[in-house]
């Protein structure tokens, strides 16, 4: 069974508007953290935001928030106010606690187009 | 501000043949991993190192082996490069397991078997 799905290979959203991008997870560990990756078309790989599985509430780094809804492990990115700049592949990401090795497991990604 | 430090950026092999690629960090971090990315796969983890000395195999280790010598390289090794290996491939690294401890990623190596 895949540990990370992304069931959006592509979508668009308009200029100034939010957008959620999916991502359903699946462990039997307790204790995890759940990651959301930016990879713009140069190729590098940013780190923008971390939930973990005992934390309250939902994270929000600037114009970035993780809708994490434990029980359908899910950790949806939203996007809010979108800047042609977001535009990029998005990855979401997930490192299980007690496994051996501290594995980081990645999603397929979603290609996100800002819309001017 | 070095972080992670991918040598080199791009290659093209000849089947058949073998290469290293080296991966560098001064963070001082335990954990260091090399995945490969390939359209519509994301990112799969070849083989990963929880310190120096120690490796293991990850989802795709198949064809590429691995030394952890030192704590702030991880070398990545094809002994016979195939067409298959074309790829580009990451490396990174983690400070620890715990909390908010994201993975750092070099800029990449875009390799390309002919």
């Known amino acids: 069974a895949q540990k990370i799905t992304q069931t959006q290979p592509g979508m668009f959203v308009q200029e100034k508007e939010a957008v959620t991008l999916d991502c359903t997870y699946d462990t039997s560990d307790p204790s995890y953290g759940l990651f959301w990756y930016k990879q713009p078309s140069s190729g590098e790989m940013i780190f923008l935001i971390y939930q973990g599985s005992y934390d309250q509430q939902n994270a929000t780094e600037g114009r970035y928030s993780l809708n994490f809804q434990k029980a359908r492990k899910s950790a949806n990115l939203v996007i809010s106010a979108s800047q042609l700049g977001d535009s990029a592949m998005y990855f979401c990401?997930?490192?299980?606690?007690?496994?051996?090795?501290?594995?980081?497991?990645f999603g397929t990604g979603t290609s996100l187009t800002v819309i001017p | 501000n070095a972080g992670v430090t991918q040598t080199p950026k791009f290659r093209v092999l000849k089947t058949g043949q073998s290469m290293t690629l080296l991966c560098a960090q001064d963070?001082?971090?335990?954990?260091m991993y090399w995945y490969r990315q390939d359209p519509g796969m994301g990112l799969r983890l070849i083989h990963y190192s929880v310190g120096e000395g120690t490796t293991a195999k990850g989802e795709v280790p198949d064809g590429y082996n691995v030394s952890r010598l030192k704590k702030q390289n991880f070398l990545l090794g094809l002994e016979s490069a195939a067409p298959s290996q074309t790829s580009v491939y990451f490396c990174?690294?983690?400070?620890?397991?715990?909390?908010?401890?994201?993975?750092?990623f070099g800029q990449g190596t875009r390799l390309t078997v002919v």
């Open positions: 990174a690294s983690s400070y620890s397991m715990q909390g908010a401890n994201e993975a750092f």
């Open positions: 963070m001082n971090h335990e954990y």
């Open positions: 990401a997930m490192r299980e606690g007690f496994n051996t090795g501290n594995q980081f497991y």
